[in-house]
Nanobody
Framework: QAQLVDTGGGSVQAGGSLRLSCAAS????????IGWFRQAPGKEREGVAA????????YYADSVKGRFTISQDNGKNTVYLQMNSLQPEDTAMYYC????????????????WGQGTQVTVFS
């Protein structure tokens, strides 16, 4: 059974918005930090935002502060990434993953990645 399932990507014009969803198993949602990452072709995977649902604490990469918001729905064991004011440089495959090593965005310490969802922003 997949631990994380990420959905919600699509194509949007610059300045537009998208909301990604990451559905988690109960154990993952209750005991792990869940993070959103993105990877553009030829680039390394980079962290975007993370949340520890158990205490509703969040952490953001500087590049998305003020534009992206990570949130949770305890009834659905789901973490969301609301992305506003999207720009072409936000184009990437977006993944959610989990870690039990703290609230941070180091991809090497995350595991159980979702299958990814493509976000394309055109100008």
């Amino acid at each position: 059974q997949a631990q994380l399932v990420d959905t919600g990507g699509g194509s949007v014009q610059a300045g537009g918005s998208l909301r990604l969803s990451c559905a988690a198993s109960g154990d993952t949602y209750n005991w792990y930090v869940i993070g959103w990452f993105r990877q553009a072709p030829g680039k390394e995977r980079e962290g975007v935002a993370a949340i520890y649902p158990r205490i509703a604490e969040t952490y953001y990469a500087d590049s998305v502060k003020g534009r992206f918001t990570i949130s949770q729905d305890n009834g659905k064991n789901t973490v969301y990434l609301q992305m506003n004011s999207l720009q072409p440089e936000d184009t990437a495959m977006y993944y959610c993953g989990r870690t039990n090593t703290g609230l941070h965005l180091s991809p090497v310490l995350y595991s159980s990645w979702g299958q990814g969802t493509q976000v394309t922003v055109f100008s």
